[in-house]
DNA sequence: CTGAATCCGCATTGATACTG
DNA sequence: CAGTATCAATGCGGATTCAG
């Protein structure tokens, strides 16, 4: 995680301060607090996950390999679009943070297959909720979508 | 979205076509089939929504709005780090989508509110799930990234 | 107070060529 | 077959300034 540490508030807090002033954010109304939901340290994890989760292959590659292994090659045919790069870039995320099995023969050709481990089945089951979430909201969506662009065209 | 449209695949059996062969594809194995759980057409979408709700701030900002509307300002505070450019685009983002409803008030100075749409709560509630997930199998996962780590140190 | 507009560095990604 | 290496381009995101 790349930490930008200070934001919006502190930079500006900063300035007042620069200017003299001390106790700029002592009488202001109720400080409305981060989140109900989980704490600092929470949202930063979550947001780990996210990046994991929440790039453009991740949920497709898990998505594949949900029937069982698959090949290298055979996942670049499954999954149109990905670039060897990213194919190899996001397996290896993937498998760094125990979400897939990398399992390689020692043939010739080579033969390299890729599975979904214990942990990666759980989150297949949690992303696949997200998806027919997706699915189910889709036309909604992009109804207001269509609004909102036509309205501010 | 933007499509690049073909991929390795593609590009390869073009490639072939165009040294004179045709029919690259045809006596190749079974073709793993590209997804059991939704076809190209659903991920494109499963990608948008995540786009949507897998970006740097979407999430903190729906669950710092699921306690009732919030000021600009507020969340400003409320999520460290943030910028203004990026608070005011996603808000923009979210608020395009239906699952943030922004209301101004012809105040001076001016007050504008933002709160989750039923679309946005629903959102929130599949999104907390997830984040139970992460914070579930938050050891693991730092454990599996710590022995990658320093496996090939 | 609530943004919009601009500039700009840097990370992410894709295309291509090459290797064991 | 299964990657790695390198380069180029795109665009995200931060800092700053201006505006209503």
Redesign the pocket.
């Known amino acids: 995680m790349?930490e930008?540490?200070?934001?919006?508030v502190t930079?500006a807090v900063e300035k007042e301060i620069r200017r003299g002033r001390t106790n700029v954010r002592a009488n202001?109304r109720q400080i409305p607090g981060p989140c109900a939901h989980w704490n600092d340290q929470d949202a930063d994890f979550i947001r780990e996950t996210l990046?994991l989760v929440g790039?453009?292959?991740s949920v497709l590659i898990i998505g594949t390999l949900s029937d069982g292994p698959v090949?290298?090659?055979?996942?670049?045919y499954a999954i149109p679009?990905?670039?060897?790069?990213?194919?190899?870039?996001?397996?290896?995320q993937l498998q760094r943070s125990g979400l897939v099995d990398?399992t390689?023969?020692a043939e010739v050709?080579?033969?390299?297959?890729?599975s979904l481990t214990a942990l990666g089945k759980s989150l297949l089951t949690t992303v696949l909720e997200l998806a027919a979430w997706s699915a189910d909201r889709q036309t909604e969506i992009r109804r207001h979508q269509d609004t909102y662009d036509t309205r501010n065209a």
Chains 1, 2 share one sequence.
Do not use: C, F, H, N
């Open positions: 790349r930008s540490g200070k934001g919006l930079v202001v990046d790039d453009k292959w090949r290298y090659s055979d996942l670049a679009g990905i670039s060897q790069r990213m194919l190899t870039l996001t397996l290896k990398r390689a023969y050709p080579p033969r390299v297959e890729y």
